[in-house]
């Protein structure tokens, strides 16, 4: 019975070893410039005209990257493509906005936790830059303002009135991400920088949002 119980212990602190902590953790949200949850008539018009921009938000709980901690700081990525950037060919550039109120190490930790796990998405990262970020929720809203580039507001509940036809998501995240849930846009928009676009829309199923882990 010793040998039995002795054995099922070296086999629980083995399981735990390889369950270890993701080394950070937090919300993300993202938005595009077309509907994400819609009926098929309406995606499949958007295809080709609409979707070539997106903002990606990524708001740290807990955790570090490269020995430095980021909790409770924020990342932006403002992506733009040639195509719809769903489509498997489109060249996808990026600017990067880092937390103002991270330290120079912060900052550096963030961009390269950023490159290292979703550098393929972001695709060609024309300017990182450092702003002021609010990324909130209350009331079961996001609220997320990065200087006086960005503006975006989303409700967690999706539309559902808003096509007569049956609605379905069309689209999945850039990025990971746990628990993903679909949300209604109020407002998206973005002023331009570093050659990019500048894009206003409004009312639209147009977000995504869920938790992240980064091993």
Known sequence: MRIALLGMALLLTAAGRGMAAPALSGDYLEARTANVYIGACHAGSEYGTMGREAVLAWRVREGAWNGTDVSGLAAV??????????????????????????????????????????????????????????????????????????RLDVNKEANRTCCTMPMEVWYQPFVPVQGSRIGYTAMNEFRGAAQMPAWSRVGQNSAIFGTFAVE
């Open 77 to 150: 990525a403002v992506m733009a493509g040639n195509e719809n950037l769903a489509r498997g060919d489109v060249k996808r550039k990026s600017v990067l906005y880092l937390d103002g109120a991270a330290t120079p190490a912060q900052c550096a930790a963030l961009e390269a936790m950023l490159r290292a796990r979703y550098g393929a998405s972001l695709g060609e990262i024309q300017r990182v830059l450092t702003a002021p970020i609010t990324f909130s929720e209350a009331d079961g809203t996001y609220r997320l303002r990065v200087g006086d580039a960005v």
